[in-house]
Structure formats: C-alpha cells, structure tokens
C-alpha cells in the first residue's frame, strides 16, 4: 500500500481546459480568471472575488486594501501556517501571536481579546483543518473593538458555520488553491469580501496599484491569476462539493473506526459542516513512533504544525505565550483523508493506527 498524506485530484476535464486556454492566445488575466471570480464569489455567498496568484498574496492584498501598515499590530493564531503571520510582516505591521481553542484548534476568543491595544488593526481567524473558527465571538470582538475582520479560509473552501460558508463572514476571506488544498489551482488564491471599495482597493492592490491602465495611484503587486490557472480552477470549483463529501465520508470512518487509547479524533463544533483539508489525530508522546509504524506500513502521515509560528526563529524577539499551541505541535498527526483515499485503504489506515498506536 501507498497513501499519501496529500494527493490532487485532476483529470482529463482539466487538462482541456487548459489546451482551451492555450489555444486562445490569452493565458494571463483575462475573461477566465474574471469567470473564476464570479463564480467562487457565488460559491461563498458574496458579491465579489478577487483572484490571487498565491495564498499569500491574497492575504497581503487583503491587509493592505484592509490599511493594514506599518505601526499597526493585527492578532493572529499561532497554531497555523506561517504565512498568517508574514503577509502581516509584509505590511510591516507586527503579527501578535493568540494562543488557541484545545478541540478546533482555531483562535481563542479570550487569548484574542487580551492583546487588543490601541495600535490593534485587525484580527486574523484561521478556519483551521477545514472547520470554522467561533466565528460568532471572533465577529464580536472585531466590531467591539473595531478591527477588521481577516478569515484565512485557506484550508476551508466550502466550510460551512451555521449555514454560512467560510470566506462570508469577515470584512476579508482568503483562500488558497496550493496543490494539496481541497480544491487546486496548482498555485492560486482568492480574496472574498462583500465590500464595493473593499472589492476595488484589492484590484488596485494585487495590478501595480492601477486605477485606470497606465496610471499607478498607489503602490501595488503583481498578484495576479493567470487564465491557466483560472481554467483549472473552474473545473475544480464544480467537482469541489464531491471533494468535500468523500473527506467527510472518509472521515467519518476514520472517527468511528479509530480507538485507540491515547488517541483524540477530530472535533466537530455545533453547526459547523468540516471539510477536511487534514484529518488530524491528537497522539501525545508517541507521535513520531506512531509516524514511523504507518510510514513502514506505506502509509502517508504529516505533522501541521510542528513548531508554533510564535517559535519559529523570524519572531524570536516577539513574546507570546500559547501553552496550547505548544502542546498541539508537539501532539498532532496528520492522516490521509483526501478523496484519492479508496475504501480499502481508509479500513487499513485506520486497522494500522489501532494496532500500532
């Protein structure tokens, strides 16, 4: 047996998609990416999206059209991946690391809401392992406070919260299309907001800082899609529902097959639909010998996060404390649940975790 961790779903629908786009002639920006847009906006529930060439840069674009700059702190998780707090060092803001919730590993509300300061611009929720964040408390303290409101739905594209979906909720949402993401562009992202000026500071934002072609009004960036990549992502958007459900379905299986002791499966919070980017088991002490054992039995695992941003060498000099943060990367691992992962291989997964854990 070999099950990868992670593994992209692309096909021959794919493939002609991008041969169309080839043949056209227009293979930057164009009316691709533009369609691209609409219909991810429809997809979220909101009127506008803008599409990214990276994760990264639609949250750099995001804080920036946001006013995110220098002097400005924003609060961000520090269980996460590292560019929830580097797109905020890209403004030359600085990231304020919030410890986390034990069960959905998301921010804490109350770790959030004990590092707002009069220099406090925004908050960063990261919609972690495809659940939502407490999106109600979040929301809350952002309009208490007056922050901006910056979901990194990077991991949660068709996450769903009390019938709302990931990306609906803040001033900003944004997404990743990386390859091993729920959906893929090969490299891609996207910015949602529900913001007309929002909507038209991000365009600026991610073109060279145009108003108009060939008038810059403000500093911007090349962060724009390309056709090829839209083109992937179209077809992808319209399989991204069946993705969802076969991780739910492996997952699921995974939650009522795995026993053994010592091992946390995955909660789920009320009214929230979890898609599943990763299935993450809580371990403890025997992590790495339980990583081993599937690793020898061609079993795919990962460790999201092993070292808590807030340790990461780059912010040494900025004090944090997130015990829960610390005790998550030194306890998760990641198993396959992408939907490659066929039914025979989901019953050894889990056949293997319970005899060797």
Do not use: W
């Not at 408390?137 to 990194?152: H, P, Q, S, T, W």
């Amino acid at each position: 047996m070999n099950v990868p961790v992670a593994r992209p779903l692309l096909g021959a629908e794919e493939a002609d998609a991008v041969r169309d786009v080839l043949a056209s002639g227009m293979i930057a920006a164009g009316p691709k990416t533009a369609a691209f847009e609409e219909r991810f906006a429809a997809f979220c529930g909101v009127p506008h999206a803008v599409a990214t060439n990276s994760g990264t840069a639609a949250l750099h674009a995001a804080l920036l059209a946001g006013g995110v700059g220098p002097g400005d702190e924003v609060i961000v998780p520090s269980f996460s991946f590292i560019a929830t707090a580097t797109a905020v060092s890209m403004c030359g803001a600085v990231p304020v690391f919030a410890d986390v919730d034990p069960d959905r590993f998301t921010i804490d509300p109350g770790s959030a809401a004990g590092l707002v300061t009069p220099r406090t611009k925004a908050a960063i929720a990261v919609h972690l392992f495809g659940q939502c964040c407490d999106v109600p408390a979040i929301a809350d303290l952002c309009a208490d406070r007056n922050l901006l409101f910056v979901e990194d739905a990077a991991q949660a594209h068709g996450a769903m919260l009390d019938g709302k979906k990931a990306g609906s909720f803040g001033d900003f949402g944004c997404f990743s299309f990386y390859a091993t993401k729920n959906m893929t562009t090969g490299e891609g992202g996207m910015v949602t907001t529900a913001s007309d000026e929002y909507d038209a500071r991000l365009r600026r934002v991610i073109n060279h800082g145009q108003s108009e072609k060939y008038l810059h009004t403000e500093l911007g960036y090349n962060y724009r899609m390309t056709d090829i990549a839209a083109a992937v992502g179209l077809v992808q958007l319209e399989r991204l529902d069946g993705f969802n459900r076969r991780r739910q379905e492996n997952a699921a299986f995974f939650s009522s097959h795995i026993r053994a002791p010592g091992i946390a499966t995955p909660t789920v919070s009320p009214g929230a639909a979890h898609v599943y980017h990763q299935y993450v088991l809580r371990v403890g002490e025997g992590r790495d010998r339980l990583a081993a054992a599937l690793r020898e039995r061609g079993i795919g695992t990962a460790v999201h996060y092993p070292v808590p941003i807030h340790r990461q060498p780059i912010y040494a000099g900025l004090k944090a404390v997130c015990p829960v943060a610390e005790a998550l990367a030194a306890s998760v691992l990641s198993i396959p649940v992408h939907p490659g992962v066929a039914d025979e291989e989901r019953a050894s997964i889990a056949d293997a975790v319970n005899e060797v854990a």
